[in-house]
Every structure is written in structure tokens, then in C-alpha cells.
């Protein structure tokens, strides 16, 4: 039996379907429920000259410590940032936030260091959107001109640059809670006129990159030496087309082949990475090229399955995981893992037991519409 250790957040489908698989393989998942510290979960570190750092963590359907020791860690959504009560002070809350980030951080330094870890500690920052291009680039991918800026000056030179074909992203996810409903940030189309005034536009850093025509895009999930690869037919959507997120619900999915070349690229940046598992997004132009856009190193990936079952995803992930190497033997069962055999018992599982017994963790940076929004933001 593989023990497999999860740390997530109540609403992660991904997490909860992936760990009822496993236990219908026969092998344990434990999830760790991030937001839960520091509120309802209690953890200590134990630290002497005579003994190895032990530590421990208890809480609501969680009970870990330093041994018996965890054979992989699936690093998947960790909770880093705590999740504390609205009635403490403003001046307590900032000391009680920098202690805990402070703990956790250094918690995950002692977390089964012996394990198989998908992805490496320190792989998120080294796979940053602004270092992944860079070695993109480097490795011989093709990627789109990009700056990355909050200079009015540079920003403005670059978009009459490439006049009419700047897009705009930002490096979170962000929402704005507005009467009339409710605006989702997305990759938009900006131009000069869009631009705030300089005092505002420097308060926020933003990826400006020129505009790539698409014949249609590519959704890479590395996992190992295994990758799936999806073609996602967005022009076929009008709200689609800048960004397939807005088109979601209409969007057709495909099986499709990878140059073998592209591939051995993006092998070599995830390992440049240092990473096991990534997501790949890539645009296919007109003209056949494959330009990269990024890699999400612990993106979403099961909702191309379910989507378009041909699309194996659920059943690949759990046995990396289970065999806990790079190199995993994906073995042909008779009846294969399917996401659409899970879903539904993980999100009754959300509901009946997840959200009554943990901490929700924001899934978006959520602020108010009274002031204005930064520039890209779509209409809700």
C-alpha cells in the first residue's frame, strides 16, 4: 500500500476524486486541509540535539506526524497563507498572518523529506511566469514578445509597438464583485486608450504580450514521461477566441499528437523546472507553429476527461502516484480509472463532509467595485 499525502482546500474536486480513486486501488491518500490552521488545526514542531525534528499535526479528519513516513507527496493546492476569524484585531491579524506563514513555510521543510514529491519543493517560484518564459525561450520554444511591466513609459512604447495586437494578462486570478453580477479577470485585448493614468497604472505590474492568431490550442498534461495531449478548438467560440476560460461550457475538446521535436522541448524545460508534473498551454497558428504561452505547474487537468473521455487523465495520475517515479508503468486495465465514475461521490463528499467540517479557502482575490478596475478586466 502506497500512503500518499495531499495538501488542499475543501473545494479541490481534483484532490478528492484522485483520493477516492486511490483508495478503490487499495492505497491511502490523506488530505491536508491547509486552511483549517490555524483556526481548527494545531500543529508542532519538536526539535533537540538527541533526535531528529519530529512534527505533528492534528485537526478535523487529520491526525499526521513525522512517522510512519509518507511515500509521496502530492504538493497540490497547499494552503500557505492563513484563513483567520474576522473578529481579530487589524493590528493582531497582520502579527498572526506573518507568524503562521512563517510556521507553515518552514513546516513543509520537514514534510517526508524521504518522499516522492510531485512537484519539488521550490519547483512553484522556479516555474514563476516570468522564469518559465525565459527558459522557454532558452530551451528553443517559440513564445510570444512579451513585457512585463508597471513603466507607463515601457507599457505605452509597447503597445505602439504592436498597435491593435497587445493582450493583457495578469499573474492571478482575481474577481470583481459588482451589483449586476460578477467580473472574472481573463487574457483581453488592450490598446492605448484602455490604459488608466500613469499614477494608477504603476501600482500594478501586468503581462502585456503581442496578440498570436490561432488556428487552435494545445493543452499539454506532463505527467512523468507521460503527457496527454488535448486540442482545444476555441475559435470556434466567439468568447473563446482571446481566452478559452470565457468559453468554457461550449468548449470542444479532441485528442491530437504532439511534434515530436515540441515535445522533446517542453520535456526539456519542465526539467529546467524541476518539474514532474505541469500543464502546458501552446497556441497552434494558421501556419502550424506551436507557440508556448505557460506552464501551470499544478493546473487543472481531470476536466478534460470529463469533457471528452477518450482523453485518459485520472487513471495515468493515480498510478504516477502510486508507483511514486517518473518512469511509471501505466498498466492496461480491463476497466480503467474514469473521472465520470468518481465525480459525482466527490463533490457529495464537498458538500456533506468538506464544507460542513473545514476552513473554505477564497478562491479568488475578491474586492468590491468601488474603485475602478485595473485594465483587461472583462464585463461580467
Request: glycine letters at 6%; proline letters at 8%; aromatic letters at 8%.
Amino acid at each position: 500500500m502506497t500512503r500518499i499525502l495531499v495538501p488542499t482546500y475543501p473545494t479541490d474536486i481534483h484532490a478528492t476524486a484522485v483520493a477516492d480513486a486511490l483508495l478503490h486501488l487499495g492505497h491511502e491518500a490523506t488530505l491536508w486541509q491547509g486552511a483549517d490552521f490555524p483556526t481548527r488545526q494545531q500543529a508542532s514542531v519538536t526539535v533537540s540535539i538527541e533526535e531528529d525534528a519530529h512534527w505533528e499535526v492534528s485537526g478535523p479528519a487529520l491526525d499526521i506526524e513525522s512517522c510512519p513516513p509518507f511515500d509521496v507527496v502530492w504538493y497540490r493546492r497547499p494552503v500557505l497563507d492563513p484563513v483567520l476569524p474576522d473578529w481579530m484585531h487589524a493590528g493582531d491579524r497582520h502579527i498572526a498572518q506573518r507568524e503562521c506563514r512563517a510556521f507553515i513555510r518552514g513546516l513543509w521543510q520537514l514534510v517526508a523529506p524521504g518522499a516522492f514529491w510531485i512537484n519539488p519543493l521550490g519547483s512553484h517560484d522556479r516555474a514563476s511566469k516570468l522564469f518559465q518564459l525565459r527558459e522557454a525561450a532558452a530551451v528553443g520554444l517559440t513564445i510570444p514578445p512579451t513585457l512585463v511591466s508597471n513603466d507607463p513609459c515601457r507599457i505605452k512604447e509597447f503597445l505602439r509597438r504592436y498597435q491593435g495586437e497587445v493582450v493583457y494578462k495578469a499573474f492571478t486570478p482575481a474577481q470583481w464583485v459588482k451589483e449586476e453580477g460578477v467580473a472574472l479577470m481573463a487574457t483581453s485585448e488592450i490598446g492605448l486608450d484602455d490604459l488608466p493614468d500613469d499614477d494608477v497604472l504603476r501600482l500594478t505590474p501586468g503581462i502585456f504580450q503581442r496578440r498570436i492568431a490561432k488556428a487552435h490550442e494545445l493543452r499539454l498534461t506532463y505527467m512523468g514521461r507521460h503527457v496527454v495531449v488535448a486540442s482545444l478548438l476555441s475559435q470556434e467560440v466567439p468568447s473563446g477566441r482571446l481566452d478559452w476560460r470565457m468559453a468554457f461550457d461550449a468548449l470542444r475538446v479532441m485528442p491530437a499528437t504532439l511534434p515530436p521535436e515540441i515535445d522533446r522541448l517542453c520535456r526539456e524545460l519542465l526539467g529546467r523546472l524541476g518539474l514532474v508534473f505541469g500543464c502546458i498551454d501552446m497556441i497552434v497558428t494558421p501556419d502550424g507553429e506551436h507557440v508556448f504561452v505557460e506552464v501551470n505547474e499544478m493546473g487543472q487537468f481531470l476536466w478534460l476527461e470529463e469533457l471528452n473521455p477518450d482523453l485518459a487523465l485520472l487513471d495515468p495520475f493515480c498510478e504516477l502516484l502510486i508507483q511514486g517515479r517518473t518512469d511509471f508503468n501505466w498498466p492496461c486495465r480491463s476497466r480503467p480509472l474514469r473521472f465520470l465514475d468518481f465525480r459525482d461521490a466527490a463533490e457529495r463528499r464537498q458538500q456533506d463532509e468538506h464544507l460542513r467540517r473545514h476552513i473554505e479557502k477564497p478562491l479568488y482575490h475578491s474586492v468590491s467595485d468601488l474603485a475602478p478596475p485595473v485594465p483587461g478586466n472583462p464585463s461580467p
